[in-house]
Structures are given as structure tokens and as C-alpha cells.
């Protein structure tokens, strides 16, 4: 056998001994595209999955997974076994494509494809790629839930699923503003949604605003039940420039929880315009977000250094800040300030160049019925440290 280096299309390099019982029955699963050990230096961007150590493993409550096989499984609590839960959830997300003439297309289509399992994808299919396995996750762990994708009246794209609707909202959906357009959109959407609810009674429905990289990996309906006093949730962190990911935002659907979200996010939304625009394509509406937080007097930022959900009125609305750890993990924290991966977490972000592990995670996920959430967290939890090529 050559040296690990040595393998051009597959290469596993964990511990021989340790690997070799889960190697051909994870092939078997899914036809992962590469598979390389983590290297020690290495600036490049990766185009094939690259493992290292599982973090967290001897921790009684995190994941624990020899090669890609869970020794112990996540809790996924299912709020269709609630008897007295009656109101749904509907998961919610800003997209748009670019490019989307037909010139610009077959450019697209000549250059930077990449090849995810046995499919290739241009610059504009690997995000409707991303969006589908958004969907996907969603569908598998809330299939009761609707899904809703807020967009540019001029993108040209196709959702051809179930418990989907795309909701044109006029803005500016540019690269460089996107950020600002998403809480503009949010608002909108919220204030459409306040408009409809004075016209007719309707059973509640509750909503969680997120990214489009992300896995939803357990029922969050039970944010609403376990927790029946807030009007909006955000997550939180130990970073002390960024303390609050926007990356997840949950708005309970009673009348005065849509009304004080709405509020609460016009606050965020001035504090950008007037503080931050510099940052509008990135992070500008998380440093709004935190600015706001923290110019209350009272507010103790130190509570974000603990690992537990808190409330806390800001301006009259009653936020509730929830863990990163369990809410809004995301795999290079997971190698460090998560020390692992929670055993109770619900939702996996695939922040920056981790598209790429997001799409073999669903490959992976799909490709068996053995194969399972926690074994996919398993790949997710190895796979994590790297930055891949999109």
C-alpha cells in the first residue's frame, strides 16, 4: 500500500486500525467524492472531503463517533409527540441567483464547476444546490413545518417542493447589500404578516428566520413550547466583537410577538444604516445586532460567556438568547470553543467555504437509511475544520 499521499481518488488517513472496520461500509453508503486526513499546514482549499479528529470525544454529553460510526446518539425531541402542541412552525430565508440571462449562464456553466458525489454544478447550481439540501433537512426533521424563501421579484429560479412558497419582496438584493436587504425583507415580511392577522384569526404560527447553509437537525418547535414568554430569539457566543449570530432569529406568531420582533429588528436596521454600512455586505447586522444589545446599561455581557438560554427585555421586547452551542453550531467552533459537538444540537451552520460539506452531509444523510443523523454528524464533526472550495 502506498503512503496516504500517495491515493489520488481516496485517501483515508485516520489511524489504519482504528478506520479500516467502518471503510467499506460507509462506501457502501455514499459514494463520498474524496476523502483526505487533515493536514497539519495547508492554505489551499479543498475540492474533497478532509478528515481529522472527532473534537470533544471522552466527553460525557458531546457526540462521540469512531470513524464515521455514532457511539451515541443525539436527542432529536419531535414535537408531533406534544399532544397539547397545536401551533406550527414555518422555517424562513432570504435568497437570490445572479446571473441569471442566458448568456450568463452558459458562461457560468464553462467555468468553475465543481463535482459534489456524482453531480457537477455551476457558480449558480451549487446555490440552488445548497438551497435544496436547506430544504431537504428541513423536510426530514420538521416535515410538518412550511418553508418560505423571501427573494428578488427579478430572480428567476424554481422551487418544485412541497410545503415551499417563494415570496417576492421588493430591494436591494445586490451582493454588497444583501445583508441590509435581508432584516428589510424580514421586516416586510413581518409587517405583511401583522396586516394579515387584523383582517382574520388564524391558528398561530410561529417562524424562524436563517440562513440558507444551514441543517436543521431536530424539531425546533419546542423553542416555542419549552420557552412561552419571549417575542423574539437570537443565538448567542463567547466572541466579544461578535456575540450574536443573525443566522438565526426565531419570532413567536402571536400578534404582539410579531409586532415587538418588528420593532426590535427596525432598531437593528437603524443602528446598520447609521453605524455599520461599511460592513453591508458581511457581519454588518450582527455588529447592529450586538451594539443594540449591549447599549442597554443594565445589559451583563458576560452572560454570553455561559453556556445557558436567558431572557432579557431590550426596548419592550422580550428576547431570548440561546446558545450557538446547540442552536447555531458550526463545525471550526466545534473543534474549539464548542469542544465538540452537544449531543442536543438542532441546528448545524455551514458558515463560509463549508458549502461543499454541507452537500455530502445530505449526500451521506440520503444515501442509506443505516446511515442516520448522528452518523452524518459524525462525518460533519471530522470533516468540519477544513475550508473547502466553496
Same mark, same amino acid.
Given at each position: ?21 467502518? *471503510? ?8 463520498? =467524492? ?40 443525539? $436527542?432529536?425531541?419531535?414535537?408531533? $409527540?406534544?399532544? %397539547? ?15 441569471? /440571462?442566458?448568456?450568463? @449562464? &452558459? ?12 453531480? /457537477? ?23 410538518? =413545518? ?27 438584493? =445586490?451582493?454588497?447589500?444583501?445583508? #441590509? ?16 392577522? /387584523? ?11 436563517? %440562513? ?6 431536530? %424539531? ?16 448567542? @457566543? ?11 432569529? +426565531? ?22 444604516? /447609521? ?5 453591508? @455586505? ?5 455588529? +447592529? *445586532? &450586538?451594539?443594540?444589545?449591549?447599549? $442597554? ?13 436567558? *431572557? ?9 438568547? #440561546? ?33 461543499? #460539506? ?15 443523523? =448522528?452518523?452524518?454528524?459524525? *462525518?460533519?464533526?471530522?470533516?468540519? @475544520? ?5
Amino acid at each position: 500500500m502506498k503512503s496516504c499521499n500517495g491515493w489520488r481518488r481516496l485517501v483515508i488517513c485516520l489511524p489504519i486500525i482504528f478506520f479500516l472496520p467502518y *471503510l467499506f461500509s460507509v462506501l457502501d453508503l455514499h459514494q463520498i =467524492s474524496n476523502i483526505e486526513k487533515l493536514p497539519k499546514k495547508h492554505s489551499n482549499k479543498f475540492d474533497h472531503l478532509v478528515l481529522g479528529p472527532a473534537a470533544g470525544q471522552g466527553l460525557h454529553d458531546r457526540l462521540q463517533c469512531q470513524g464515521l460510526k455514532a457511539l451515541n446518539k443525539t $436527542h432529536l425531541p419531535n414535537m408531533s $409527540h406534544t399532544p %397539547d402542541y397545536k401551533d406550527t412552525v414555518s422555517m424562513v430565508t432570504v435568497f437570490t441567483v445572479y446571473n441569471t /440571462s442566458v448568456s450568463a @449562464r &452558459a458562461n457560468d456553466r464553462s467555468t468553475e464547476m465543481v463535482t459534489v458525489g456524482n453531480t /457537477s454544478y455551476s457558480k449558480t447550481e451549487r446555490s440552488m444546490a445548497v438551497l435544496n439540501a436547506f430544504i431537504n433537512f428541513i423536510q426530514v426533521s420538521m416535515p410538518l =413545518s412550511n418553508i418560505i424563501i423571501l427573494t428578488d421579484p427579478a430572480s428567476e429560479f424554481s422551487i418544485n417542493k412541497n410545503r415551499v412558497t417563494v415570496v417576492p419582496i421588493k430591494g436591494e438584493y =445586490s451582493r454588497d447589500k444583501l445583508m #441590509l436587504q435581508r432584516i428589510k425583507s424580514y421586516i416586510a415580511f413581518l409587517d405583511a404578516r401583522l396586516i394579515e392577522l /387584523s383582517r382574520r384569526h388564524e391558528q398561530i404560527h410561529h417562524y424562524i428566520f436563517t %440562513d440558507s447553509d444551514i441543517a436543521v437537525v431536530a %424539531d425546533l418547535g419546542q423553542i416555542f413550547y419549552n420557552y412561552p414568554k419571549f417575542h423574539l430569539a437570537v443565538t448567542f @457566543r463567547n466572541n466579544k466583537d461578535q456575540p450574536l449570530n443573525s443566522g438565526f432569529i +426565531a419570532v413567536r406568531g402571536t400578534p404582539d410577538g410579531i409586532l415587538r420582533a418588528k420593532v426590535f429588528l427596525q432598531e437593528v436596521l437603524k443602528v446598520y444604516s /447609521s453605524k455599520y454600512m461599511k460592513a453591508s @455586505r458581511m457581519l454588518g447586522d450582527q455588529l +447592529a *445586532l &450586538a451594539w443594540l444589545v449591549k447599549s $442597554h446599561l443594565s445589559f451583563d455581557a458576560k452572560r454570553f460567556a455561559g453556556p445557558n438560554s436567558f *431572557l432579557y427585555d431590550i426596548g419592550g421586547t422580550s428576547v431570548l438568547f #440561546l446558545p450557538c452551542a446547540v442552536y447555531n453550531w458550526t463545525p471550526p467552533e466545534g473543534a474549539g470553543q464548542f469542544h465538540g459537538m452537544p449531543l442536543d444540537v438542532k441546528v448545524v451552520h455551514f458558515k463560509g467555504s463549508r458549502k461543499r #460539506l454541507m452537500l455530502e452531509s445530505w449526500n451521506f444523510y440520503n444515501s442509506s437509511a443505516s446511515a442516520g443523523i =448522528s452518523n452524518m454528524l459524525c *462525518l460533519i464533526l471530522m470533516s468540519g @475544520r477544513t475550508k473547502y472550495d466553496f
